[in-house]
């Protein structure tokens, strides 16, 4: 199992792919929770989203702000690294190397939960930390206090970032056995995470109350819910408190278990072309 | 008996289509084993079921007197059709990620690189590596866990005849070690050579299962004479009748090598002019096609 672990790390690390998503990930992160709505400030832009004032871009909101990204577009970017990680061996025909060498299939599966949970984690500190740098240098370009949030709401919102960036790596990593292929899986996650919930949120909800009462148990709103509660900002798309943050956490955390759970049954049930 | 490989009934269905039926194979411990059949006679899919890559419909497989679901292929090394990696990674890089998987240390590394002489190129990208230096990496793969029964499918495939012979010389020296080599091939020559037995399978059945020299037959005796119809009537005279073909404007006959002095001596003194006279074996290849042309007949 180990032995798994650290093999599906050492492919994660020296893979391209996964630095340039993870530059990805920080890159959005920055424009968009701190570049574009500073600058909106600093120039007096009005439009939509012109509600962020400057006190929401000081460190005293760094919980908030470096979870607002996981509802969208942080999330897809981790679910398409569980798809390439699991789906890459379908691709590259590599199961049948990887078995040959002995582990179970389980065992080979763990081990790339294992791994993306720990890249899950690597990307959401890796926000937290780039999130307040850059909160540190507005709040000392503007003169403003440099207050951080207690230690307390640092971990547990860490650990949120890390349950919900988790539960979408495990989301791309069941599409990828279920459909044997990395295009296909990385394309359904992306229309599910970035149209069908926006959708249902924007326009079915709203006329159907059955649909609103659906959504309370979909990933996408509970992961916003849990967001939400932890202070991130309610203009960001995805993020609403339509559950409380503790039922929100349990779904998210039930959504991870069973994602990894019929990823493992379906290839363990299934030959290996 | 000691035996590596077993299966028993060992049946593949796809649907309607059966892939491998009924399949009973015997590798026996120490031996160089191979397993013949054309493309799409189900090699692959038996290897497959041999590794617990796919689930038989119904059958069993012992690999090292356990089936291969029932836990690690411990000492088993497989290269399974054709070899693939993770492009990204250089080759040595590919063997050390394997060998986390078979839990062997990094120095069966660097030995398994030297045997399959790509130490030299072992820091390139696989992605730019040739068919036979892929080839070459897989076989060292198979080999990581110093296994001691070894199944290769097509291991000669994509390499020049100097690595052909090379690879060889390495399943021979593997079995001459005691390690039980299954290889899968088409290429007859190369079983011929190296092979102690051999099954033959077509259309999911194995057909014929022995050494090469048993799948081959005794040996007779092939003469071309003038005139034919003389020879041929003298010959059925000599050795009974049943024992002699015409074949190609030349005699078959089913006797023993060692009669050939005798035959010519008899012949010539009938008046019949002999212009040659050789042992005749039959080849692997046409043996093979005997086989399989057969087998079809049967399966029909």
Request: hydrophobic residues 50%; neutral net charge.
């Amino acid at each position: 199992m180990s032995g798994s672990y650290r093999a599906e790390l050492a492919k994660l690390v020296r893979r391209p792919a996964s630095w340039l998503l993870l530059a990805i990930t920080l890159v959005l992160s920055l424009v968009f929770t701190y570049l574009f709505p500073y600058a909106s400030i600093a120039g007096g832009t009005d439009g939509p989203n012109t509600d962020r004032t400057l006190p929401m871009l000081l460190p005293e909101h760094l919980v908030g702000n470096s979870l607002g990204g996981l509802p969208v577009f942080l999330g897809a970017i981790v679910l398409i690294l569980g798809v390439l990680t699991v789906g890459g061996e379908y691709g590259w025909g590599t199961w049948k190397t990887v078995l040959s060498q002995g582990p179970s299939r389980l065992e080979v599966y763990a081990g790339k939960l294992l791994a993306l949970a720990a890249a899950a984690l690597v990307v959401v500190l890796s926000v937290f930390v780039l999130g307040a740098v850059a909160a540190a240098l507005i709040a000392a370009a503007e003169s403003q206090p440099m207050t951080w949030p207690d230690a307390g709401d640092l971990l547990t919102g860490i650990g949120a970032g890390w349950l919900i960036a988790t539960m979408w790596a495990m989301l791309g990593a069941v599409l990828a056995v279920a459909l044997r292929a990395v295009a296909l899986p990385v394309g359904l996650g992306l229309v599910w995470m970035l149209a069908v919930q926006n959708l249902l949120a924007a326009i079915a909800a709203p006329l159907l109350d059955w649909v609103a009462q659906v959504q309370k148990g979909l990933p996408g709103p509970n992961a916003g819910s849990l967001e939400a509660a932890l202070g991130a900002p309610g203009d960001t798309p995805g993020v609403a408190a339509s559950v409380g943050g503790g039922q929100a956490a349990l779904v998210v955390a039930a959504y991870l278990v069973a994602f990894a759970a019929l990823g493992g049954l379906l290839l363990q049930r299934r030959d290996i072309g | 008996m000691n035996l590596p490989v077993r299966t028993q009934g060992l049946t593949k269905r796809y649907g309607g289509l059966t892939a491998v039926r009924d399949l009973d194979l015997a590798v026996r411990a120490g031996e160089i084993y191979g397993f013949l059949g054309p493309n799409g006679a189900g090699k692959t899919t038996t290897l497959r079921m041999l590794l617990g890559l796919v689930r038989p419909t119904a059958g069993t497989v012992q690999l090292l007197g356990r089936p291969p679901a029932a836990g690690r292929l411990g000492g088993v090394g497989a290269l399974i059709e054709g070899p693939a990696f993770y492009p990204y990674l250089s080759g040595r890089e590919n063997l050390r990620v394997l060998a986390r998987y078979a839990g062997v240390g990094p120095d069966r590394v660097a030995l398994v690189l030297d045997l399959v002489d790509l130490t030299d190129r072992a820091g390139d990208r696989y992605a730019g590596y040739s068919l036979g230096m892929k080839q070459r990496l897989g076989v060292a793969a198979a080999l990581l866990k110093d296994p001691r029964l070894l199944i290769l499918d097509e291991p000669t495939n994509g390499l020049d005849p100097a690595g052909m012979a090379d690879m060889r010389t390495l399943i021979r020296r593997l079995g001459a070690g005691g390690c039980t080599v299954l290889v899968s091939s088409h290429l007859l020559g190369e079983v011929e050579q190296v092979c102690d037995r051999v099954g033959v399978i077509s259309r999911g059945r194995l057909i014929a299962e022995g050494s090469v020299a048993e799948l081959r037959g005794a040996a007779g005796l092939r003469v071309l004479a003038d005139p034919l119809d003389a020879a041929a009537a003298r010959a059925g005279e000599l050795v009974g009748p049943e024992r002699v073909r015409v074949v190609d404007g030349g005699l078959e006959l089913a006797v023993e090598p060692e009669r050939a002095a005798w035959l010519n001596a008899e012949l010539v003194g009938a008046g019949v002019a002999v212009r040659e006279l050789r042992r005749r074996e039959r080849d692997l290849e046409q043996v093979f096609f005997d086989l399989i042309e057969k087998g079809t007949t049967d399966v029909r």
